[in-house]
């Protein structure tokens, strides 16, 4: 499973990065940062319910879990 | 000259022949298109070793059989919107050789199985090329698309959102084109050039291809030699030609070079050593590559540093807008490499969001934690957009802080090597 | 029964319209992406859907309370249909309104993944028509009509919302670093 941002519909609401901090964090913008410098970063067992629930939340529904 | 210096010599293939872009001179001199069907196309890109000849150098026949794998009616697409300005081989081209890149659409048509054919570029160029249009019999019909005069219009995404009708903007990669584009079909964008070369080899074969070029990098390329040269144009040469003959090609140098820009804004500063073989296998230890053949002689009086600060603030003001990090970090990143530099005059650099006026004018000075600044920059923006143009923005700072290490030493000492080699 | 029916139908109303006020000053905090007496934003997001859910829940009880009690001379098609009641069709009829827009509003948003961001949006904007429907249908219709708590009630909600709204109006609104607007290119959106 990985992470996948659309840039251009990301407007930098930061929820995502509260509900996955151990993936993202934020850069001077607000914008989110994954981690380990991956565009897509890998999201992990234990992350995939909160990386569900950022996907649901994000206001501008810029987030998508793609498979492998 | 040897086998391999004449493979990789300065020499005329694409451009060869008559160059008045007319319908009876190119049949004259290259006779018709060969009827080929969808897979000895294919076969033909595969074993001449074809590479996009648009800047990404990506092997051809990988993204013919994508799309023609994709099993639905596909749509092939002509990129001659050539958002680079020191490029002019795609402009030169369409004026010179419309019908081989009309072929190599056609050829392209077939090998993906398409029913529509579209070329987008220069609306300057449609009136000649709807009359060629009219006058040759293709397969399947070539409607026209103009391209806006932007950096980013000629990236692939954005030539399928402009030809489906919206604009030209890149978009979210996570939907291949080759498996949904235009319309939802499966689309393939080429350049301009990759079509022209593979309406060569469609007719003279795949040994006649690889007679140029070398072994690993095979065949032409055209090259748009610019800067300090005597005669700037472009030139064809085989990969692997020495910096130097594409150089004598263009009139030769105008004086003593500090370095060369190679492969375009979005390239790399490499030496300006005559004997440097333009190849990607040359290039690579610069963190270079040919790309779109773009080429650009820095004289020595002319300080790199400076040169690379203005082009990134070009291309700060050539994001499409879409994507936070690129709107704000490559302003962000050019203002820096300015401050940098210590150029007070930042006309055309797009005011980022961020440092209040007076703050602004007191961090102008050079400082040596601005290196450090510009390189935590160029890591945060890196891979974060929709498209490319941060990572190669990114990459022509990253070069020019290699290249010209010596220039910013100078420059954070408060002199310029450029400069003082003036006087 | 039916007095039983009534009052449910009238306490609920009430209880709807508070949560109602509640949910639009919420989404307008989501909105601003700031955090929230220590909630985080995502969790502002979170209370803002919940409430909304359970202001679904009291005018579902509202609708239907009345629905039964036979004083409101409620037919089926007044739940859906504004203005065609026999009781107060003015005031009444808004309140159908605002039931309308309200499922509008709460399908397209439980399904806002699979019809984009664009279409979620605009329908969402109708929130701001269907709060002082829901405000004027609950001052005009009902037999508590002009009963002090009910203005009192009102009033409250009401001055929470302006504030809310007031507040949106502000320049420094979004709780954003300070950063460029998204804004594609001119030259770029005019391919043709």
């Given amino acids: ?68 | 000259m040897t086998g391999v210096a004449a493979a990789a010599a300065v020499q005329r293939r694409v451009l060869a022949g008559n160059r008045d872009g007319r319908l009876d001179s190119h049949l004259a001199r290259h006779g018709r298109l060969p009827a080929l069907d969808a897979g000895e196309v294919i076969d033909l890109a595969r074993d001449a070793g074809l590479t996009g000849r648009g800047g990404a150098g990506f092997p051809m026949w990988r993204k013919l059989a994508a799309v023609a794998e994709a099993g639905r009616p596909a749509v092939v697409i002509a990129n001659a919107a050539e958002g680079e300005p020191a490029s002019g081989k795609d402009k030169a081209l369409l004026s010179y050789q419309p019908n081989l890149i009309l072929d190599g659409l056609q050829l392209a048509a077939r090998a993906t199985g398409a029913r529509a054919a579209h070329l987008y570029g220069p609306a300057a160029s449609f009136a000649a090329l709807r009359c060629l249009l009219a006058g040759r019999r293709d397969a399947v019909p070539v409607r026209l698309h103009a391209a806006p005069d932007a950096f980013v219009s000629g990236e692939e995404s954005a030539v399928v959102a402009a030809v489906s009708g919206r604009g030209a903007v890149p978009a979210d990669k996570l939907i291949r084109i080759t498996r949904a584009g235009v319309g939802g079909a499966p689309t393939l964008v080429q350049n301009v050039e990759t079509l022209a070369h593979l309406a060569l080899i469609a007719r003279h074969g795949v040994g006649w291809f690889r007679a140029a070029g070398s072994p690993d990098e095979p065949g032409t390329f055209l090259a748009t030699v610019s800067g300090a040269v005597a005669a700037p144009g472009v030139v064809e040469a085989g990969y692997g030609v020495p910096l130097g003959e594409l150089l004598a090609a263009a009139g030769g140098p105008a004086g003593e070079l500090a370095a060369i820009l190679v492969g375009g804004y979005h390239g790399g500063w490499v030496p300006a050593d005559p004997a440097l073989p333009v190849s990607r296998a040359g290039l690579a230890p610069f963190g270079a590559s040919p790309g779109a053949g773009v080429v650009v002689a820095l004289p020595v009086g002319s300080c790199g540093l400076a040169e690379t600060a203005r082009i990134a603030g070009y291309l700060a003001g050539e994001s499409a807008g879409q994507c936070g990090p690129c709107v704000n970090g490559l302003p962000r990143l050019a203002e820096t490499l300015a401050d940098l530099t210590g150029a007070p005059d930042l006309r055309g650099v797009p005011e980022p969001a961020g440092l209040p006026g007076m703050a602004r004018v007191a961090a102008r000075r050079s400082r040596p934690e601005l290196v450090a600044e510009v390189e935590r920059l160029a890591g945060l923006v890196a891979g974060r957009g929709a498209c490319r143009h941060p990572d190669g923005t990114v990459r022509l700072v990253r070069s020019a802080l290699r290249t010209f290490e010596a220039e910013v030493a100078a420059h954070l000492a408060g002199h310029c090597l450029a400069t003082e080699a003036r006087r | ?192």
């Avoid at chain 3, 001379?73 to 309104?97: K, M, N, S």
Wanted: aromatic share 10%; glycine share 10%.
């Fill in chain 3, 1 to 192: 029964m039916t007095e039983v029916l009534w009052y449910s139908g009238r306490g609920s109303g009430v209880v709807t319209l508070v949560l109602l006020s509640v949910v639009v000053a919420l989404g307008i905090g989501a909105r601003s992406g700031r955090t929230a007496i220590g909630l985080p934003r995502f969790a502002v997001s979170l209370l803002h859907r919940n409430a909304a859910l359970l202001a679904v829940v009291f005018v579902v009880g509202h609708v239907l309370a009345l629905y039964f009690d036979p004083y409101a001379q409620l037919r089926y098609y007044d739940l859906v249909f504004p203005f065609a009641g026999d009781y107060r069709p003015l005031w009444q009829g808004l309140g159908t309104l605002g039931l309308d827009l309200l499922a509008a509003i709460v399908v397209t948003s439980l399904l806002r993944h699979r019809i984009g961001v664009r279409a979620w949006r605009v329908v969402h904007w109708l929130a701001y028509l269907c709060w002082p429907l829901a405000l004027l249908h609950g001052l005009g219709t009902g037999s508590d009509r002009g009963a002090w708590w009910l203005w009192a009630v009102s009033s409250a909600c009401a001055a929470a919302v302006v504030a809310a709204v007031a507040w949106r109006l502000t320049p420094r609104f979004h709780g954003f670093p300070r950063r460029a607007v998204r804004r594609v290119r001119p030259v770029l959106k005019g391919a043709r």
């Fill in chain 1, 1 to 68: 499973m990985r992470l996948h941002i659309d840039w251009t519909a990301c407007d930098g609401r930061g929820l995502c990065a509260e509900l996955l901090p151990e993936l993202l964090t934020e850069d001077d913008w607000g914008y989110p940062v994954p981690r380990e410098g991956v565009p897509e970063p890998p999201v992990p067992r234990g992350l995939e319910s909160a990386a569900r629930k950022a996907v649901d939340r994000c206001p501008a529904l810029a987030l998508r879990l793609v498979k492998e």
